[in-house]
């Protein structure tokens, strides 16, 4: 299952609580 | 859901959530709670096993005792050469002793653990429920 990536955390965090699910924060220093 | 945050990108997001090393990954609940955090890299399988690790241990948390002992043994099964595997039995036992408060969960999970993991820490911490 394809993962979609979000950018605003507190976007996502108000959209698991809306639909009760987890949710996977990455933090990253990669070079893009 | 995921989120991905670049630390060039969101410094103080760092800080907000304490993470001092990269890659870090949190798996929180749905109230935004902290559940499971892994620092460092991790090989594809063990990260897997380990985001699952995660999942089970929100419903855990949640005292969803049976979709806890569900979830961790499906990583026991799929993940059984994973550090999550001989962590999985542990919390599986775990599990379903708090669903029903039968101490023979607790003894079959350190046999198992025994059994197939001996050496690992997981075994060490179950061998109390062997007495």
């Known amino acids: 299952m394809a993962v979609k990536w979000n950018k605003d955390v507190d976007a996502a965090l108000a959209e698991a609580k809306a639909h009760n699910k987890p949710l996977l924060i990455d933090f990253s220093a990669a070079p893009a | ?131």
């Open chain 2, 1 to 131: 859901m995921a989120v991905t945050v670049h630390i060039k990108e969101h410094p103080a997001l760092f800080d907000r959530f304490d993470v001092l090393w990269t890659p870090t990954v949190l798996i929180l609940d749905a109230n935004g709670i902290e559940r499971a955090r892994n620092e460092g890299y991790l090989p594809n399988l063990e990260f897997r096993a380990q985001l699952e690790m995660g999942l089970a241990r929100i419903a855990f948390m949640h005292k969803q005792w049976a979709e806890a002992e569900r979830r961790y043994t499906e990583v026991a099964e799929r993940y059984p050469h994973t550090s999550a595997g001989p962590e999985a039995i542990y919390w599986k036992g775990v599990s379903r002793y708090k669903a029903t408060n039968d101490h023979s969960a607790l003894g079959e999970a350190a046999n198992e653990l025994k059994e197939k993991y001996e050496g690992s820490v997981w075994t060490l911490k179950a061998s109390i429920w062997l007495h």
